[in-house]
Nanobody, 118 residues
């Protein structure tokens, strides 16, 4: 069973930056792909934000964040990151990380709240 703990959220002004962390435990982190999702206020479903493969080289981004967000991972620390620059009000959401082993996704962490407001 994998445990995921997201951190680094907060309140930031438009144009600002935050870095989210996803600390994993309970299973070999380096064997997993990792993805970030978010759920905005009033939205029923989480949307994909970014993903990175187990090696850290293959990355994918949603169109809405490409060029502003950067996903990375440190397998030695069992941690994935989401660097968010140029934040917009519409980036306000609860951000969750999730790992994927083969075709199986792990359960969700508790999430990190990001509020972008002036």
């Amino acid at each position: 069973q994998v445990q995921l703990v997201e951190s680094g959220g907060g309140l930031v002004q438009p144009g600002g930056s935050l870095r989210l962390s996803c600390q994993a435990s309970g299973r070999t982190f380096s064997a997993s792909a990792c993805a970030w999702f978010r759920q905005g206020p009033g939205k029923e479903e989480r949307e994909f934000v970014a993903s990175v493969d187990a090696t850290g080289y293959r990355k994918s981004y949603a169109d809405s964040v490409r060029g502003r967000f950067a996903i990375s991972r440190d397998n030695a620390k069992n941690t994935a990151y989401l660097q968010m620059d140029g934040l917009k009000i519409e980036d306000t959401a609860v951000y969750h990380c999730r790992l994927k082993y083969g075709s199986a996704w792990t359960s969700w962490g508790q999430g990190a709240q990001v509020i972008v407001s002036s």
